[in-house]
């Protein structure tokens, strides 16, 4: 009996574990503030009415490293139709890294720190990088990616939302 409900309760963790990986979710935008590696701060209405991605990374992620070439191709692609984005690097991330990284890559989108991980804890104690959070106009979190985005469905995501009215 007692490794029959192990076992259960083993099988749904694991469920809810896998479902977390690409969830859609209509999470409101927390409070949040955060500075970009310029020194300027960066809060929840920056980005108020704007379709956005945020992107909780790391220069010691492998993943997060891959993946930014893809990120700035996204961004580049769907800037004129008003996205958003930040790269956020996550509280334990050196900061020189994070802006020798932003220079050298010459990164065209914000990139800041969550020097103290408040924000990573408010948008649902993110821990794993990368997660790519998108966020439409009226400021929930429709999606939420842990590790690489299926790149083709993430454009159609962005150009769906970047359609829709305010």
């Known amino acids: 009996m007692k490794i029959k ?3 259960l309760t083993l099988l749904s963790s694991s469920l809810l574990l896998f479902s977390a990986c690409s969830s859609d979710t209509l999470q409101a935008t927390p409070n949040f503030k955060v500075s970009e590696i310029s020194g300027k701060t960066i809060t929840q209405t ?4 704007k379709v956005t991605v945020i992107n909780f990374w790391a220069t010691s992620c492998v993943t997060c490293v891959k993946e930014m070439p893809q990120l700035v191709s996204t ?10 984005f930040i790269a956020l690097a996550m509280s334990y991330d050196p900061p020189m890294y994070v802006v020798n990284f932003a220079e050298t890559r010459k990164l065209p989108f914000m990139v800041a720190m969550d020097s103290d991980g408040s924000a990573a804890k408010s948008f649902g104690k993110i821990q794993l990088t990368p997660t790519t959070l998108v966020i439409n106009k009226q400021g929930k979190i429709v999606k939420r990616y842990v ?3 299926n790149w083709n469905d ?3 995501l962005l150009e769906k939302l970047l359609a829709e009215k305010a």
Not at 76 to 84: I, S, Y
Request: net charge negative; no cysteine.
């Open 5 to 7: 409900l192990f076992a």
């Open 154 to 156: 993430f454009h159609t």
């Open 147 to 149: 590790g690489e985005p």
């Open 75 to 84: 961004y580049e692609k769907f800037k004129p139709q008003g996205l958003e």
């Open 46 to 49: 920056d980005i108020a009415g």
